[in-house]
């Protein structure tokens, strides 16, 4: 492992599959009755987030609460970057007061790369721009092994906002480092070029991406990040590419669907199929605690010495 | 290298500890063998069998992983982490009297984690200590309840046990290191 968890890339399997069996581990302190164990005494981690998070955050927080690290939250809102302050200034400010770990969420692709340069804190990437979000990709790595006791081979159907997402990004990297046989579907105006280069089949039709799909994992529609048209209407894109019990009946009769949240109920999935027996998305969110508690016990120990 | 132990006498000697388990506890009425992970579990199955024969009862059993608890985590300034595994301890411990199980007693260490782990599970109303091997040199106030054999060693020394079920043999050899 390398100082810092910025992207995904940066993970050989072996790291993959030592975070993936850590966080088995990790996930039997959650079921305890004394939820927290004395791991990371004595370690301060601080969650600079400056992009809207309740999953994320809460996650983070949890996470590093049971491993007993000292949690410090920044919340941008009511902190100097509104009265202009540079996210390095921020950064270097909060590293004189010598904290161990920053876990950054920023609007910006690249913000944790900066970072990393500047600090001598670990630095986790919890979502930067439209870049990646490495600990969404282990969790859903996590959940799905969790569910078929195997990556490679499945057939893992992402469906939605390509373009704007990040999460698939980190789980295309990821996936097919596992060898997994990835399909991703969505409208034409919202397919990034060049995304094939990944190793993955590209399709604009749903059916074609669902069918006898192990996995099928919906992206939301990030309306916050659109700048213009990229479909006609929430309706019409509901119809075209909206997960329905209908369209799942394509998939192999043991598919699991995933979500990372937050769901537009009606618009990229329906809500039955959300709330439906297939669905794991509330279980994605318990995994995320125990991988995150994974990536900051992993990382607190250093880099290996090269 | 010399062997300290071998298969007939490892086999033997938990016999006699499941003895004088049953024989200190007057039987196995809320008795649950926790084992410390790797060796501690194999020999914590090895007692519930041993248990089972004598008694006809089966002694609920666990298996604990200290890792998260070690006093030295954090200490060193590179190096991997030391790999965490599962603890699964599939009962309440409550009342229980716990039988805590190691392979070798050393400094004592990876018994006072150990402790601190299972009090974070529940309140048991006594923890024993169970080890095949004790080697001395304790560096922490703890003392076995059950020992196997007592081995004088000095510290440039190391005390290997080998089980079965994941070395492939029953054996207590000591080495030079």
């Known amino acids: ?306 | 290298m010399p062997i300290l132990m071998d298969a007939d006498r490892i086999g033997r000697t938990l016999t006699r500890i499941a003895h004088e388990i049953l024989e200190r506890n007057r039987g196995v009425d809320e008795l649950a063998l926790v084992g410390i992970r790797t060796r501690g579990v194999t020999i914590a199955k090895r007692l519930a069998a041993a248990i089972l024969e004598i008694n006809h009862h089966e002694v609920p059993t666990g298996a604990l992983d200290i890792t998260m608890y070690r006093d030295d985590l954090m200490r060193h300034a590179v190096g991997p982490q030391p790999l965490i595994r599962k603890t699964e301890i599939p009962f309440s411990i409550d009342d229980k009297r716990i039988l805590l199980v190691d392979d070798v007693l050393y400094t004592g260490r990876t018994i006072r984690a150990a402790l601190d782990a299972l009090i974070d599970f529940g309140r048991p109303r006594a923890i024993q200590l169970v080890v095949l091997v004790d080697r001395g040199h304790r560096e922490l106030p703890i003392k076995a309840d059950y020992v196997g054999k007592n081995v004088p060693t000095s510290p440039s020394q190391s005390v290997q046990v080998h089980l079965t079920e994941i070395d492939g043999r029953d054996e207590v050899e000591i080495r030079e290191s």
């Open chain 1, 1 to 306: 492992m390398r100082k810092d968890l910025l992207s995904i890339g940066d993970l050989t399997r072996d790291d993959i599959y030592l975070i993936l069996d850590t966080a088995d581990a990790m996930r039997e302190v959650g079921e305890r009755t004394i939820k927290k164990v004395p791991t990371l005494r004595g370690k301060t981690v601080v969650n600079l987030f400056y992009e809207p998070s309740t999953r994320t955050r809460t996650s983070f927080e949890i996470a590093e609460k049971r491993l007993s690290a000292d949690t410090l939250n920044v919340a941008v809102a009511v902190s100097s970057v509104q009265k202009g302050e540079t996210l390095v200034d921020t950064a270097l400010n909060i590293e004189a007061m010598a904290p161990d770990m920053i876990v950054i969420r920023h609007s910006s692709s690249g913000a944790g790369h900066l970072l990393s340069r500047v600090c001598k804190s670990r630095i986790i990437n919890a979502g930067d721009g439209m870049h990646e979000h490495p600990t969404q990709a282990l969790l859903d790595a996590f959940t799905i092994r969790g569910h078929k006791k195997r990556i490679e081979g499945l057939k893992i159907a992402i469906v939605g906002d390509l373009l704007h997402s990040r999460v698939l990004r980190s789980n295309i990297l990821l996936l097919t480092a596992l060898g997994a046989d990835v399909w991703v579907c969505g409208p034409a105006t919202l397919v990034p070029p060049g995304i094939a280069r990944l190793g993955v089949h590209v399709t604009t039709s749903v059916d074609e991406a669902v069918a006898d799909a192990d996995v099928v994992m919906m992206l939301r529609i990030q309306h916050e990040r659109m700048q213009g048209a990229f479909f006609p209407s929430v309706r019409e894109y509901f119809q075209t590419f909206g997960m329905t019990r209908e369209r799942l009946a394509r998939a192999r009769p043991d598919v699991i669907i995933m979500h990372p949240g937050p769901m537009n109920r009606g618009v990229e999935i329906a809500s039955d199929v959300a709330d439906g027996p297939y669905s794991v998305i509330l279980e994605q969110v318990a995994n995320g605690v125990a991988v995150r508690m994974a990536v900051l016990y992993l990382l607190a120990g250093g880099p290996e010495a090269d």
